[in-house]
């Protein structure tokens, strides 16, 4: 079940990044950063980098095949962590900068930037102001595994690393549909993501590039590079599929995710929560709703709306959720059958090589090789599983009699027939009486 007050396209804001700042963090990445640039002086090197205070930034790389949302998701991370976005095209057009003005001109000739061109560029930008104290996200860079070890040689190290994936296939159609708003630079879709107001509608362009025999093209040539670029971040790789909505790969408030939160972040709640976690049994409901109370209280909830993803889950919760003044304006049920869940959960696998996710009938690994090492997580189980539906599907008519305006839809069809359903109950007018 979902519920939510906000309209699809403002994207659910994120946690605070890298709010705790560890000594253990601290010196492991000043031993890196000393192995890595070997300075003559250590003593002035680490009072410098101690001065800089500025481990905690983000530096994310967002990396995924053409259409598969990686802009956007990372203009919205850019705007929630007021981080710096980088990509190949505004590296090159930095103004007043010999390194960018001979990249154009080597990339105008040759449609490529030469690695060592490529690294001064990136030291270059790097090294100002905004990308030091406020951090960067590297949006489909590096590009091949030359960049890879350009980067890492010269000690630019990402915290983290997120790669989209998605079927070809449902590449180029997306593709196909795509627009861009050149005073923005907001990425569009003729289908799925249509601007309402019609001032954007009608200075849209078509981006270059988007017929479906240069993005097979691009895709091939994606496809070669990245298995050689993965293999260079293993312990901070994630791999999201792109084959959903953006919002859903940028992030959902979900009351799981606040509960690690509340845990990592050594708050109060966090503290009565941790006795929870070590012995894996579930966190009392009146502890939840302290967090989820505190949570949706804060100013982005207010001004823009939440999602609930898995909660409540049964009638308590739904109390609960009532008397802590919070009333969704939409509710959703996604129903599904038995067979079709077993079939879509039990058979997913995880690559721990290089954290590619992969489902036997759906997605199998294109490798026997890839298919001999993969695992299953244990809640993917098949008695995990049926005893998870059961609990639902227990719960569900009590909760359905409390939200008695409720829109219950069939989640056993492809993706976007499941969402235009959703998008469907969002866009209508409110009822007359909050649910």
């Known amino acids: 079940m979902d519920a939510t007050t906000a309209p699809h396209r403002i994207p659910p804001q994120m946690p605070l990044y890298g709010e705790t700042n560890h000594i253990f963090e601290l010196m492991q990445n000043m031993l890196?950063?000393?192995?890595?640039?070997?300075?003559?002086?250590?003593?002035?090197?680490?009072?410098?980098?101690?001065?800089?205070?500025?481990?905690?930034?983000?530096?994310?790389?967002?990396?995924?095949?053409?259409?598969?949302?990686?802009?956007?998701?990372?203009?919205?991370?850019?705007?929630h962590l007021n981080s710096s976005h980088l990509t190949m095209e505004n590296l090159m057009a930095k103004e007043h900068s010999p390194l960018a003005a001979a990249a154009r001109?080597?990339?105008?000739?040759?449609?490529?930037?030469?690695?060592?061109?490529?690294?001064?560029l990136m030291e270059e930008r790097l090294s100002e102001e905004d990308c030091v104290q406020r951090g960067w996200i590297l949006d489909g860079i590096p590009e091949t595994r030359e960049q890879v070890l350009a980067i890492q040689t010269r000690g630019i190290v990402p915290r983290h690393v997120i790669v989209l994936s998605a079927p070809d296939t449902v590449l180029i159609e997306r593709n196909l549909g795509k627009r861009v708003d050149p005073q923005t630079g907001e990425i569009y879709h003729t289908t799925f993501d249509w601007p309402p107001v019609t001032e954007v509608q009608n200075r849209l362009v078509v981006p270059a590039g988007i017929s479906e025999p240069e993005t097979a093209r691009n895709l091939l040539e994606y496809h070669r590079n990245i298995i050689r670029i993965l293999p260079s971040y293993p312990?901070?790789?994630?791999?999201?599929?792109?084959?959903?909505?953006?919002?859903?790969?940028?992030?959902?408030?979900?009351?799981?995710?606040?509960?690690?939160?509340?845990?990592?972040?050594?708050?109060?709640?966090?503290?009565?929560?941790?006795?929870?976690?070590?012995?894996?049994?579930?966190?009392?409901?009146?502890?939840?709703?302290?967090?989820?109370?505190?949570?949706?209280?804060?100013?982005?909830c207010v001004q823009q709306g939440w999602v609930l993803h898995g909660f409540p889950r049964d009638l308590d919760q739904a109390h609960l959720l009532d008397h802590l003044g919070q009333k969704p304006n939409r509710v959703f049920f996604l129903n599904v059958p038995l067979d079709s869940v077993i079939e879509r959960l039990t058979l997913r696998r995880t690559d721990p090589v290089t954290g590619e996710r992969y489902h036997l009938m759906y997605k199998p690994p294109p490798t026997m090789e890839i298919q001999a090492r993969l695992l299953q997580h244990p809640k993917d189980a098949e008695e995990r599983v049926k005893f998870k539906v059961d609990l639902f599907?227990?719960?569900?008519?009590?909760?359905?009699?409390?939200?008695?305006?409720?829109?219950?839809?069939?989640?056993?069809?492809?993706?976007?027939?499941?969402?235009?359903?959703?998008?469907?109950?969002?866009?209508?007018?409110?009822?007359?009486?909050?649910?």
């Open 235 to 300: 312990k901070i790789l994630k791999v999201i599929s792109a084959d959903q909505p953006c919002v859903d790969v940028f992030y959902q408030v979900c009351c799981g995710q606040l509960l690690k939160e509340a845990v990592a972040e050594k708050s109060r709640f966090g503290q009565e929560i941790q006795p929870f976690f070590e012995k894996e049994i579930a966190v009392p409901d009146s502890i939840v709703a302290k967090v989820l109370g505190q949570r949706l209280d804060e100013h982005d």
């Open 105 to 120: 001109k080597h990339y105008q000739a040759t449609k490529s930037v030469p690695s060592t061109l490529f690294i001064r």
């Open 32 to 79: 890196e950063q000393l192995l890595i640039h070997q300075p003559r002086d250590p003593i002035t090197f680490m009072i410098d980098h101690l001065q800089r205070n500025n481990d905690d930034v983000p530096r994310i790389i967002i990396l995924g095949p053409p259409a598969s949302g990686k802009t956007t998701i990372a203009m919205w991370l850019r705007k």
């Open 393 to 435: 599907y227990r719960n569900s008519p009590e909760l359905e009699k409390f939200y008695k305006q409720a829109i219950a839809v069939n989640g056993d069809q492809d993706p976007y027939t499941v969402f235009e359903h959703l998008e469907s109950g969002i866009i209508h007018p409110l009822p007359s009486k909050a649910l």
